[in-house]
């Protein structure tokens, strides 16, 4: 990431050859990417040219933790700027906010700290499938690969991974998300030209991070839109309409006994 800000600011060659030689040693020493760290010599020269300006930093922070921008030569008891940053690599998230308290309490650097929640109660299937929808262009406009695909088709591959993720990982511990690219073709979600293209990209986009305490009450309000029926112990056996996805995990199986009714489009 120092390299990153060093050439922002078209820093002179005889600073940026110090990388070059820097990465020498590392690899010669066989130290991976992770565990390299910041020239201090470079972070002199950093603040150095940028004692004197006025600028703000935007920095797309993809853990829980923060970063001290100081050690990469942004000292901001020095110099006259405004960072913000994002925490944790973006996911579609279904969790208590104590799981934003936990970041918060443990904020060094972070004056404000802004965060987006829509509680449960005050969600229903319409407004979870429109949210997913709004999510999925922005996804969509981020990769030229994927201009023109229908956001329906988007949605259906985020709810199926949810599927996945909800209804067989949680038995088998086995995985299952890894495969979600080849489901996505198998089903016919994603067909036509560049198919592999675009399912491997939206498999690098798509990722939910599920509290399993929460995941009930959702997935509950979820069954009067959404395409796929888990079925378990408590789920009620008068089934009203078709889906495309089943999960039964249920030991009463005299509800679920006609399968191909139920799948029937």
């Not at 600073?15 to 020239?39: P, Y």
């Not at 949210?131 to 994927?146: N, Y």
């Not at 491997?200 to 959404?226: A, C, M, N, R, Y």
Request: hydrophobic share 40%; with cysteine.
């Amino acid at each position: 990431m120092q390299r990153k800000i060093a050439e922002e600011l078209q820093l002179d060659l005889e600073t940026m050859a110090m990388f070059d030689k820097q990465d020498e040693e590392d690899d010669f020493n066989g130290l991976d990417h992770g565990s390299r760290d910041v020239i201090l010599s470079v972070s002199q020269v950093i603040l150095r040219t940028l004692i004197y300006a006025k600028f703000m930093v935007i920095f797309l922070n993809g853990s829980d933790d923060e970063i001290d921008m100081n050690r990469f030569g942004i000292n901001p008891d020095l110099l006259d700027l405004v960072m913000v940053w994002t925490f944790k690599k973006r996911s579609l998230t279904i969790h208590d906010t104590y799981r934003n308290r936990q970041i918060s309490d443990k904020l060094r650097y972070t004056h404000i700290f802004i965060h987006t929640y829509v509680s449960n109660s005050l969600l229903d299937s319409s407004s979870f499938v429109a949210l997913l929808r709004e999510d999925a262009a922005d996804r969509v406009a981020l990769h030229p690969c994927m201009q023109g695909i229908d956001l329906t088709v988007v949605t259906e591959c985020c709810l199926y991974e949810l599927f996945l993720q909800h209804s067989f990982h949680r038995a088998t511990g086995f995985d299952w998300v890894a495969q979600a690219p080849n489901y996505w073709i198998c089903d016919g979600i994603i067909k036509g030209d560049g198919t592999r293209g675009i399912s491997d990209t939206l498999h690098q986009e798509i990722l939910w991070k599920i509290d399993s305490s929460q995941v009930g009450q959702v997935f509950g309000k979820l069954i009067p839109e959404v395409p796929f029926l888990i079925a378990k112990d408590d789920t009620p056996l008068l089934i009203k309409r078709s889906y495309r996805w089943i999960s039964v995990t249920s030991e009463n199986l005299m509800g679920f006994l006609n399968i191909a009714t139920i799948l029937e489009c």
